[in-house]
Antibody
């Protein structure tokens, strides 16, 4: 069965960096676009970034452009999000999700999420 | 960017009720709309895509309709496990994806 497991969240100071990982299993990872989506505490869902199946194409929300970098390693069935220059407003649960349906996408499988807290 | 709105933002209902949630796009998105259900502390779950296609394994009491700018999610007979927050998402506007603000359904 499809599984997505995020890791790497934690507490970081404003201006700091963090790298999130998402381990995928149960499907051919290299066939799918993947995305990061976040949810601030008590708030709605915000799409953050997506990456094409071969890493040739990436896109970012304006709120993170220039600070976050999405990447993937198809040999390791893993998705990553490098987050730099973190701000308090980046505090959220970060989900990785599988994209389907054609660019842009909807999401048929989601991980359980990893919490990132940006605070001094 | 296409802006999504949902109404109502929250409401109370009873088991067995028929409930309808509305999602509106700021411009036409054809049928490129998905609906998700999220329970507290859990990841969102895909319910419907292409405005009206039920995701595999989702109970048939859920249905979706609409095209263009106006969409609805209907639960024909509310069950206890359906109390949750529901989000719509447009996937028409390349390259950005946007979600609605959510509709919380709680127990009356």
């Amino acid at each position: 069965q499809v599984q997505l497991v995020e890791s790497g969240g934690g507490l970081v100071k404003p201006g700091g960096s963090l790298r999130l990982s998402c381990a995928a299993s149960g499907f051919t990872f290299s066939d799918y676009y993947m995305s990061w989506i976040r949810q601030a505490p008590g708030k709605g869902l915000e799409w953050v970034s997506y990456i094409s199946s071969s890493s040739s194409y990436t896109n970012y929300a304006d709120s993170v452009k220039g600070r976050f970098t999405i990447s993937r390693d198809n040999a390791k069935n893993s998705l990553y999000l490098q987050m730099n220059s973190l701000r308090a407003e980046d505090t959220a649960v970060y989900y990785c999700a599988r994209g389907v349906g054609g660019l842009p996408y909807y999401f048929d499988y989601w991980g359980q999420g990893t919490l990132v807290t940006v605070s001094s | 960017a296409i802006r999504m709105t949902q109404s109502p933002s929250s409401f109370s209902a009873s088991t067995g009720d028929r409930v309808t949630i509305t999602c509106r796009a700021s411009q036409g998105i054809s049928s490129y709309l998905a609906w998700y259900q999220q329970k507290p502390g859990k990841a969102p779950k895909l319910l419907i895509y292409a405005a009206s296609t039920l995701q595999s394994g989702v109970p048939s009491r859920f249905s979706g309709s609409g095209s263009g700018t106006d969409f609805t999610l209907t639960i024909s007979c509310l069950q206890s496990e359906d109390f949750a927050t529901y989000y719509c998402q447009q996937y028409y506007s390349y390259p950005s994806i946007t979600f609605g603000p959510g509709t919380k359904v709680d127990i009356k």
